[in-house]
């Protein structure tokens, strides 16, 4: 009796007590504070007029906050040689192709090597951590030189291909995956599902937290693409590059610079909520798993 | 012994085999062309004069004779880097999973706020601002508010101060350094089979601590092992920060970092065949401290 309404209580989880909850909660907070100052400021400082800039003391808040570094930065981006328009369509297209194109092929090749039984699985796996951890200035030259011979500068392509395939996106959906029982593969095996049909119909919508993380690295990364020394026609340049060049032509360049910062950062952190409500959303209704 | 390895044949069935392929095709295509050939590419220009003009030439180990024999900035930036990574790298590992353990304690809509506030440094990019908080005049924040309140009687050179330099950019890593690791454990939590800890919880387990040890490390583990690969590789190619932050050189080469070095080489002196075996090196102690945590993280349980 007194273990079941222990159990009803606690809603299933052991011995939670509401002060310790409250302990955590206000540590949390305190941390949070300090996390989020630097992003605070940095809200602060794009919309601080310029002649507030040189204020002693320095101040925690704008005084006569203005949107003004906003508009000399959409105001200098509208001088570029395209339309802003299109430096933003072109960033959503990137954007979106390399989410989707990542997403489907490292779910994919993370459920082969983390539950497939074929000769090579373990050559792949650890290849995968081995281009993780070598970095060099050298691969940024050959990547330019693969790419220059499949004729892709000046191309989509040469902004979206080489972001599909990240060994980072493998190896996080690999090791979720691996948590995974063996028994649940083997029934779906033992139903005639193949590998394919196991894979999507019955791994990823139990993968629904680390889908969603890999859907946030993705979109994160994609957004920041530059165009770089791949693309040297202005219609196909992404909003960073644009971004970019406008903070950097302006009068009051610190405050251009910052709004842009500010302005790029909106798109992913509306992402970001969105995907981690529903990574916390899974948890609550479902107990899949065996 | 031979039976066995027979067992061992049969036991990858063909058309299995066949569709595994099939499914990492997509990937390993592109993993090939983009990574796989620029990683092999790169991996002997270590070994050559490779300057970005002529053709390179194959020298040997001349350049990894010279790094760790008369590159005196190489063996400081050993240091810096060794002291860079115990400092940011197992204390913002720690950092992260106890944090994305704490975030899973708070009811459900507090928990998007927590982390996405704990989050946001990795996404953006406001150096400008760490440069005004520890601006070296009085308008830096720091300074301002330390003399304010009188620990300070005059202005640091935060940034330029080599006293004060790596610790100023460690503090601004760790604040940047709950990214993919972070994130990763917290999706790992939300994972957990809410039944383990129903059966816990009638098993005996009394509080939070127990509960934590007994159930949820236990079925952390490649969570947490992805998110130690990633906090090694953060620290031990930490560079972007230091060279946003204090700039570059920075004074007295306080934060010049292996990875600093190896840019300071490719992409300012184009001496690419050398910045390739620092390059090299690094990659060497990463992947031993890699193993080394992968038989850690894999012996606990």
Known sequence: MTDV????????RAGRKHGGTVCIFIFLLLLAVFMALPIYLAVVMSVKPSQEWFIFPPKFYAMDPTLDNFREMFRAAGQLWVPFSRYVANSVFVTAAVTLAQCFTASMAAFVLAKGKFRGSKFLNSVIVISLLYQSNVIYIVQYMVIAKLGMIDTYAAL?????????????????????????????KVDGAGMFRTCWNIVMPNQKPALMTLMIFAFQSAWNIQSGSYVFDESLKTLPTAVAQAAASGIARQGVAMAAAVFMLIPPVIFFVAAQKNVIETMAHSGIKD | MKPEKNRKKRSYNRSESIECWLMLAPFLAFFVLFTVIPVLISLPVGFTDFDMINMPHFTGLSNFKNLFLSDRIFIRSIRTTLIFAIFSGPVSYVLCFMLAWLINELPKHLKTVFTLIFYIPSMASVYTVWQLIFSGD?????????????ILTSARQWLTDSRYILFVVILVQLWISLGAGFLALRAGFQNIDKSLYEAGAVEGIKNRWQELVYITVPAMKPQMLFAAVMQIVAAFTADIVGRNLVGFPSTDYAAHTVMTHAYDYGWVRYEMGYSSAICTVLFLVMYGVNKLITRLLAQED
Do not use: H
């Open chain 2, 138 to 150: 009085q308008y830096g924040y720091v300074n301002s508010v330390l003399m304010d309140l009188g």
């Open chain 1, 160 to 188: 979206i291909l080489p972001s599909v395939a990240t060994p980072m996106g493998v190896f996080l959906m690999r090791q979720s995956i691996s948590q995974i029982p063996d028994a649940m593969i083997e029934a779906a």
């Open chain 1, 5 to 12: 309404s222990k159990l009803k209580a606690s809603s299933g």
